[in-house]
C-alpha cells in the first residue's frame, strides 16, 4: 500500500553526509509515529536522479545532501511537494538555513555556522511540519 508522504532524498555515491542522512532517516522511519512516510533515495550522478532533481526545482545543487517531503494526491495518485504554510525566510531555531523556502524540506548547510549536518532533530522538525 502507498504511503501517505514519500520523502525524496537526493544524493550521491561516495558522500558520508548522504550516507548518514539516509541512515538517520532510515532510523527514524521504523518508529510508529511515522508510518505514514517512506522513503526514496535519488542518486543525482543517474540520469533518473538527476531528472528528479532538477524536476523539484527547489534545492541548491550545492547543497546536497538534501531531502523533499511529498504528498499522495489522492485525486491524481501522483506526490507533490509539500508547500511551506509560513514563508518567512528568517532561519528557523531547530534547522537554521537548511529549510527550503517554498517546500518542507532540508538541504545541507556547509556554511561554518551550519557544519554540513542535517540532524534527527532537523529531519523531525520537517516531518512534524509535513503533518501540520
Known amino acids: 500500500m502507498k504511503k501517505l508522504f514519500k520523502i525524496v532524498v537526493f544524493g550521491k555515491p561516495g558522500c558520508d553526509k548522504c550516507k548518514t542522512l539516509n541512515q538517520r532517516l532510515d532510523k527514524i522511519l521504523v518508529e510508529k509515529e511515522w508510518a505514514d512516510f517512506e522513503k526514496e533515495y535519488c542518486d543525482v550522478e543517474t540520469v533518473d536522479g538527476l531528472?528528479?532533481?532538477?524536476?523539484?526545482?527547489?534545492?541548491n545543487p550545492q547543497r546536497i545532501p538534501a531531502l523533499l517531503?511529498?504528498?499522495?494526491?489522492?485525486?491524481?495518485?501522483?506526490?507533490?511537494?509539500?508547500?511551506?504554510?509560513?514563508?518567512?525566510?528568517?532561519?528557523?531555531?531547530?534547522?537554521?538555513?537548511?529549510?527550503l523556502y517554498q517546500y518542507v524540506g532540508l538541504q545541507t548547510d556547509y556554511?561554518?555556522?551550519g557544519k554540513g549536518i542535517i540532524s534527527p532533530k532537523m529531519i523531525t522538525a520537517v516531518l512534524q511540519e509535513a503533518c501540520a
Open 69 to 99: 517531503v511529498t504528498k499522495r494526491q489522492e485525486e491524481t495518485k501522483r506526490y507533490v511537494p509539500v508547500s511551506v504554510r509560513n514563508l518567512q525566510q528568517t532561519p528557523d531555531a531547530v534547522c537554521g538555513k537548511s529549510k
Open 51 to 59: 531528472v528528479a532533481f532538477a524536476s523539484a526545482e527547489c534545492i
Open 111 to 113: 556554511t561554518p555556522a
